[in-house]
């Protein structure tokens, strides 16, 4: 369990108190905060996915049906990390997952497992509900528009947040667009 100390100040995370662990969201948005189109993704930016598993090897990860769902068959569940899928129908089973039908029922399964930062990855519904519970933001901002997005992540709104770090990586032979790696917490 991770604690309050003089070393690491997490006053920024209330959950911290609540649930004995930090919840962050792990997100790429568009410069409207746009995420996705049709259940899939808009981009496809390998530093991003690698940033992604990165940031949530290790830990317990939630997601809603959908999200789960528009992952590739061969990456399901995803390795390295617990799935947690949200799903309000409570018959629905996915192989390798803790299955639940509230994001609260996710959240307790990560505590009782001694999680000290739950990673919500999706999709557009799942932050929708989450948002007022989350500390920390791992966000890729993708600068580029996206006018065929249908999902969007929620406005963050800057007086609420505090930018920790920032890298900005290049479009190149590989990535169509820049975009940056950005982790914000909660005032």
Known sequence: MIRKSGICDLSFAPNIYLYGMIISAVVAVGSNNEIGAKGDLLWVLPKDMAHFKNITWGHHVLMGRKSYESIP??????????????????????????????????????????????????????YKLAFSLIDRIHLTR??????????????IEKDKWETVSTELIKADEKHKYDFEFIELRRK
């Open 142 to 155: 993708v600068h580029h528009s996206f006018p065929d997005a249908d999902t969007h992540f929620p406005e």
């Open 73 to 126: 068959a061969k990456f399901r569940p995803l390795v390295g990390r617990t799935n947690i899928v949200v799903s309000r129908d409570a018959t629905l089973r996915y192989e390798g997952c803790k299955n639940v039908t509230t994001i609260e029922e996710g959240i307790k399964f990560a505590t009782d497992n001694g999680e000290e930062e739950l990673m919500i990855i999706g999709g557009g519904e799942i």
